[in-house]
């Protein structure tokens, strides 16, 4: 850590002068996609985590209140020991160092994790009433800005296609049925990053309950959309077959749990796999930026994944033939 990084000497003295911590250690605990950074405090007190989030930057106001939400629905999450939100400062429990994404290759390992992280993703939407905590809403105007970062950070940007040319005219059409889409699905509470690298391994929790992170952004909105950020993960990819078990255990579960699974004539698969598109057009052009804004390209390796899954689910639905057809024409550039 750079001995001239002021944010981490601010850390400190929050920890050493307001909460009296002494002879800790602190190390990285993970890396993120935003500006927030997270430090493991290790010493004379069991571990905890401490979260920096630089108030120009970050909102930790969010994190507190959705923790909160979250707790009170029984779900495993960071207790929030000590917060300063005017300087961006949280200290936290420690759910450990183990995601989903380093347990998923042991054997028999998936199946398990993934139960329970249906089983924990029912039981958020059943447990936490997006309306009733006041949580902004997944609305058309969100659904297309997070779209357009596909075109413009991705088209644009990191491949030079320009604006006007005419291989993307047929975009807006194609966004305005993933929109649409999503738009119809029932309203539930929707985590927004629901996959692999914020789901911890909690095997002393009943019933393999997962940890669950970065929950800050959390909106109400489409009902499948965290379904299909776990089960089509931008980090590991599954086989179609393993998928639709996994969407079927869900479908039971949340239909037990009276959530409005029960769409007729196939609509539930079109809600999710069209709401998978608009998730992973928006990641692809958040992967763009991070590499092209943020100066972290780690994330490039991730698009090809990404972009997979929208190319099958277009090859699957005629109205986003358009889309499809871009696809084949941008694939050698990327």
């Not at 001995?3 to 050493?16: G, I, M, N, P, S």
């Not at 998928?243 to 007729?264: F, I, K, S, T």
């Not at 990641?283 to 997979?308: E, M, S, V």
């Amino acid at each position: 850590m750079d001995a001239l990084d002021t944010r981490l000497q601010e850390l400190r003295h929050w920890l050493e002068a307001t909460l009296g911590l002494s002879g800790y250690v602190l190390t990285p605990a993970s890396e993120d996609a935003s500006f927030r950074r997270y430090f493991r405090v290790e010493g004379a007190a069991r571990p905890r985590i401490v979260m920096d989030a630089p108030p120009d930057q970050e909102d930790c106001g969010p994190f507190v209140r959705i923790a909160g939400l979250l707790a009170d629905a029984g779900l495993h999450v960071p207790e929030v020991l000590a917060q300063d939100l005017p300087r961006g400062f949280l200290l936290l429990t420690d759910l450990g160092s183990r995601h989903y994404l380093e347990a998923l290759g042991e054997d028999e390992a998936a199946d398990r994790l993934y139960r329970a992280a249906i089983d924990a993703l029912v039981h958020m939407q059943a447990g936490v009433d997006p309306a009733a905590a006041q949580l902004p809403d997944y609305d058309a105007t969100l659904l297309r800005q997070e779209l357009e970062l596909f075109r413009r950070w991705y088209l644009e940007h990191h491949l030079g296609l320009l604006a006007a040319d005419p291989r993307l005219h047929s975009l807006d059409e194609c966004f305005e049925v993933l929109v649409a889409s999503a738009l119809e699905q029932p309203r539930v509470f929707v985590h927004r990053d629901y996959h692999s690298r914020n789901l911890m391994v909690c095997d002393d929790m009943p019933r393999g309950s997962p940890g669950v992170l970065d929950f800050q952004g959390a909106l109400g909105g489409p009902l499948t959309y965290d379904l299909v950020s776990l089960l089509r993960d931008c980090y590991i990819e599954w086989s179609a077959e393993q998928v639709a078990q996994w969407v079927q255990y869900y479908v039971e579960q949340a239909r037990a749990r009276g959530l409005p699974v029960d769409a007729v004539d196939g609509r539930f698969q079109r809600w999710f796999d069209l709401m998978g598109a608009q998730r992973h057009l928006k990641a692809t052009g958040i992967f763009a930026r991070l590499k092209h804004r943020d100066g972290k390209p780690g994330y490039l390796q991730d698009i090809p994944r990404t972009l997979g899954y929208v190319r099958t689910v277009a090859t699957t639905y005629p109205e986003l033939d358009g889309l499809h057809r871009l696809l084949l024409e941008v694939e050698a550039m990327g």
